[in-house]
């Protein structure tokens, strides 16, 4: 017999209610359910038994909320300066020092102190300087979305 995602939850709520010594109540359970039933109850799970075996007083809902996922990021969301630099992370081999010294191609005007920045400013490429025996590089954003599109 399968248990519906409410009634699995009061049975955590009730394990809960127990491990604290409190009155196990509809309303207990209610309140909870409330402010917790959008998180997925493998967390809920979780979370309650950490709270069991480190909280000195009954939880609050807000002592259950699982912690939000960091965002991920794909490359459609990333910045094309961000795009850029992985690009040339991924596909040339580049000493430590050509990390750090890479410089944006920007067509436009990219502002500056005291000056407005023109509508036609865009980052067109990266210009990776050499490092003695390691190459020098030019990346153009044309370069990168080849590659995706192949």
Known sequence: MFQSEFDQFKALMSDLCTAFNRPYTDDVVRVFWEALKGYPLAQMRVRMKVAAGTLKKFPTPLD???????????????????????????????????????????????????????????????????????????????????????
């Open 64 to 150: 259950l909320t699982p912690e939000p996922e960091p965002p991920r990021h794909d490359p459609g969301e990333q910045s094309i300066f961000d795009q850029l630099a992985d690009f040339a992370l991924r596909t040339k081999p580049l000493t430590p020092r050509q990390w750090r010294g890479w410089t944006f191609i920007y067509r436009g005007n990219s502002g500056g102190p005291g000056i407005k920045p023109s509508a036609d400013f865009a980052v067109t490429g990266l210009i990776i300087p050499p490092d003695g025996d390691a190459p020098g590089y030019r990346i153009m954003v044309e370069d990168m979305q080849l590659e995706y599109a192949a």
